[in-house]
């Protein structure tokens, strides 16, 4: 997860959960360094330009690693975006699924579905306050719409021959 050519821009991890931090140019990087508390780093002569940073990636990505993991990632993510500095969190499923911009445009949908009751899926994207998306039928089990797909466009012994062929299922 790392850039090949800018350092630091790659994922780091805290003592909860993990971070990324795009730090794009020196003076980014000299900002991230006084934000995090680490200004000897920022005077090391190896880190002052991104070229030394990238002949030095493993010894500075080593220290920052170190460093940031005596803090929770929130806390980094804070401090790092407070100076402009690109970082953001890297969320698991469920903490994605309760950012608040999602929650706000109502990505996560519940419907009926033939396996569960309490079926949970993603919502559409696309808002139309006119034409709003209409939640009809929950995504289909496996060959669960073969038949009538099918026998639009085939005859009953032409399905029948798929079927005893094992091309599709009996139902």
Not at 74 to 93: F, R, S, T
Request: aromatic content about 6%; glycine content about 4%.
């Amino acid at each position: 997860n790392a850039h090949a050519n800018i350092v630091p821009y790659q994922v780091f991890k805290a003592q909860e959960g993990e971070f990324i931090i795009a730090c794009g140019n020196d003076l980014q990087f000299q900002a991230l360094c006084q934000a995090v508390g680490l200004t000897k780093v920022a005077e090391d002569p190896r880190f002052l330009k991104n070229s030394g940073r990238v002949t030095h990636r493993e010894e500075l990505t080593t220290l920052l690693q170190a460093h940031f993991y005596s803090q929770p990632a929130k806390h980094w993510v804070d401090l790092i975006h407070a100076v402009k500095v690109p970082v953001g969190m890297i969320n698991n499923l469920k903490q994605a699924l309760e950012e608040e911009q999602v929650l706000a445009r109502e990505m996560v949908i519940q419907m009926q579905h033939t396996l569960r009751d309490d079926y949970t899926s993603i919502g559409s994207p696309i808002k139309l306050s006119k034409t709003p998306v209409e939640y009809k039928k929950a995504p289909p089990c496996l060959g669960e719409d073969t038949d009538a797909i099918l026998s639009r466009y085939l005859s009953p012994d032409e399905m029948q021959e798929l079927k005893n062929k094992k091309v599709i299922q009996q139902r």
